[in-house]
């Protein structure tokens, strides 16, 4: 489905020190499908005070992004009709995927906040902090440090207020608005991840990792649903390992109010070319194929809603 005047759509949150907005979401106006499609890790808007806070601003950002996953999640939302939220907000900057108190305290200027103290700095929330991908990412492996200096509180505060908050904010509210007019409603949190190791035996590496936070996230048959699609493919797909969502999953996944959720990942290499940096030649088959994974959970979910029923967890 192309867009058209029925869309509402719109940019929303502001970047720091860029004044551009830090998403834009376009929902259509029949919802054709009960799905929504967010992509929290490709924005490439980079103000010039966070690139030039970096060691090696190419180097971090290549690795840091979702590489041009966007792309996908448009080219697919243009062929189902599927509602689009898209950060572009970069990464580096705060990691939309990660709780707004899990942070590395030692590489903000002034610490953690005086009410927090002790608990805040070590508390189980920023274990991903204390390894160096908190909600801002701090380390990378081949590089090191990402940033040259400590970042003010003020800035993390802003990032927060004008990214973090509004994005999540606004996938909550539409994904009320999916379950609202279909009776349930799918989240698809769509990644991209660097290309795995072959896994025992010869088996092929999995070119896609679903991730439902280990049955939390959504129904079994929508994970079944999946895996048999992949398998009928023939395109070799992985369960929760080793990614298996993280915080959008964990604020905005409710099954038993019939809000479900999955994160897909999609290997680099199938839509990137051989330095993982400019789309190829196979984008287009990829973004077809994930179009069709998007058809097969939505005539789900849309079950699912008529029936006006949970599906069991997944065990």
Known sequence: ????????????????????????????????????IAVPHAGRDYPDEVTDGMRDPAYAALRLEDRLVDQLAEAVAQATGAGLLVAHAPRAMLDLNRSPDDVDWSMVAGGAPDHGGAAARHSLANRRARGGLGIVPRRLSGLGEIWKGRIERSALDARIAGIHAPYHAALGRALEDVRDRWGAALLVDLHSMPPLPARPVGQPAAEFVIGDRFGASCGRELVAAAFAYFEAQARPAA????????????????PSRRIHAIQLEVCRASYLDATLSQSSGRAAGVARLIAGLVRVLAAEVAAIGAAGRTPLAAE
């Not at 369960?239 to 409710?254: M, S, T």
């Open 1 to 36: 489905m192309a867009p058209n005047g029925n869309d509402s759509g719109h940019a929303g949150g502001m970047i720091p020190g860029s004044g551009t907005p830090a998403f834009t979401l376009r929902l259509p106006a029949d919802w054709p499908i009960p799905v929504l």
């Open 239 to 254: 369960h929760n390992r080793p990614y298996a969502g993280g915080y959008v999953l964990d604020r905005h996944a409710a």
